[in-house]
């Protein structure tokens, strides 16, 4: 790796970090930053939408009803990483079955991670 290309990772991590503490504060836009700054590919913007609303509802409702990740992927069967990985907008075509499970566990409709609905 030449220095350039380290100096431009080691950018693109820094920028990752400031989106994902913006992200700790509420900011709406820092997933699209931290999607930018990762180089993140998403297939299209429908996908990019979902990947978006799942991610905020998810670290909306884990942070309302004060539950640990290890909590909802036990009850879930969906790994930690998996529901790390949603959380931080890092899955760009979110698993159907994935976002049946969390509806279930925090006993809201699917569309409310959709952002079709408030409940």
Same mark, same amino acid.
Do not use: C, H, W
């Given at each position: 790796?030449?220095?350039?290309? %380290?100096?431009?990772?080691?950018?693109? %991590?820094?920028?990752?970090?400031?989106?994902? %503490?913006?992200?700790?504060?509420?900011?709406?836009?820092? &997933?699209?930053? *931290? &999607?930018? /700054?990762?180089?993140?590919?998403?297939?299209?913007? !429908?996908? *990019? $939408?979902?990947?978006?609303?799942? !991610? %905020?509802?998810?670290?909306? &409702?884990?942070?309302?009803? !004060?539950?640990?990740?290890?909590?909802?992927?036990? !009850?879930?069967?969906?790994? $930690?990483?998996?529901? =790390? +990985? &949603?959380?931080?907008?890092?899955? =760009? $075509?979110?698993?159907?079955?994935?976002?049946?499970?969390? /509806?279930?566990?925090?006993?809201?409709?699917?569309?409310?991670? +959709?952002?079709?609905?408030?409940?």
């Amino acid at each position: 790796m030449t220095p350039k290309e %380290r100096k431009e990772m080691e950018i693109r %991590r820094q920028k990752r970090i400031d989106a994902l %503490r913006r992200m700790e504060a509420g900011d709406e836009t820092a &997933l699209e930053d *931290y &999607l930018g /700054a990762a180089k993140r590919k998403v297939n299209t913007d !429908s996908d *990019y $939408k979902i990947a978006m609303n799942v !991610s %905020r509802q998810l670290r909306k &409702l884990k942070s309302e009803r !004060s539950v640990f990740i290890k909590d909802i992927a036990s !009850s879930t069967n969906i790994s $930690k990483r998996t529901i =790390n +990985r &949603l959380m931080n907008g890092q899955i =760009n $075509k979110p698993v159907f079955s994935n976002i049946v499970a969390l /509806a279930d566990y925090f006993e809201v409709s699917t569309d409310y991670f +959709r952002g079709k609905s408030d409940d």
